[in-house]
């Protein structure tokens, strides 16, 4: 079945600009998280949603940051006013949630995001 | 909380050699583990994990990892490597029972196999 997609691939944009990067989850995962992977901070959480709410949003860097999922499906990371720093590799994975933290991540193929 | 640490950034070995990945972490609770694998631009995929039982645990592509709660270690191993080995390797660590189901990374491992 499908995997994990995201899109863009890859976003250029120019700082203070605001962007959106979207994910579309394995059908049928309840559960999805937004990690960010940048050099020098390896793998870092950032958001994780249960169905539409999100239980743990404890990895946001700031409030420039913010994620919203519809649905029970697709979510949307916006990142506004965007900084160079901001520069990374977006990761969105998803899971079957039963609970217990056990389950195996499926993680999308990720968005590529550089600021100017 | 947790944390994970991995203290090879890099390891070159050559194909049809063994190899190790270190992995040890840091937790005030029980943990799950697990490895994952991310080829050059792609996504992350998981090799293995370990939830409870056996602490010896086999993962796809004939990796193996072993749990030491006394360590605190979860090293991968693989005893003959290919070409197509060489990717980059995340050790990660879950929490059972809490209200997240987030994983924390490790800085990741760059297996580079050559011939």
């Known amino acids: 079945g499908a995997g994990v997609s995201q899109s863009p691939s890859n976003k250029v944009t120019e700082k203070g600009k605001d962007v959106e990067l979207r994910c579309d989850p394995i059908?049928?995962?309840?559960?999805l998280y937004w990690y960010r992977q940048s050099l020098g901070q390896g793998l870092e959480f950032l958001i994780y949603?249960?169905?539409?709410?999100?239980?743990?949003k404890s990895g946001l860097p700031s409030d420039r940051f913010s994620a919203e999922r519809t649905g029970g499906s697709v979510s949307t990371l916006t990142i506004q006013r965007t900084q160079q720093e901001d520069s990374a590799v977006y990761l969105c994975?998803?899971?079957?949630?039963?609970?217990?933290?056990?389950?195996?991540?499926?993680f999308g193929p990720g968005t590529r995001l550089l600021v100017l | 909380a947790q944390s994970v640490t991995q203290l090879d950034s890099q390891v070159p070995v050559f194909e049809e050699a063994p190899v190790e990945l270190r992995c040890n972490y840091s937790?005030?609770?029980?943990?799950?583990l697990f490895w994952y694998v991310q080829y050059p631009n792609q996504g992350l995929q998981l090799l293995l994990k370990?939830?409870?039982?056996?602490?010896l645990v086999k993962g796809i592509n004939g990796f193996e990892a072993e749990f030491n709660k006394s360590q605190t270690s979860f090293h991968l191993r693989k005893p003959s490597v290919h070409i197509s080995d060489t990717a980059e390797y995340f050790c990660?660590?879950?929490?059972?029972?809490?209200?997240?189901?987030?994983?924390?990374f490790g800085t990741g491992t760059l297996l580079a196999v050559q011939p």
């Open positions: 990660a660590v879950g929490a059972p029972g809490g209200a997240t189901n987030k994983l924390i």
């Open positions: 994975a998803s899971s079957l949630a039963r609970g217990g933290g056990e389950e195996t991540q499926y």
């Open positions: 059908s049928g995962h309840t559960a």
């Open positions: 937790s005030s609770v029980s943990v799950y």
């Open positions: 370990y939830l409870s039982g056996s602490t």
């Open positions: 949603f249960q169905g539409n709410s999100a239980p743990d």
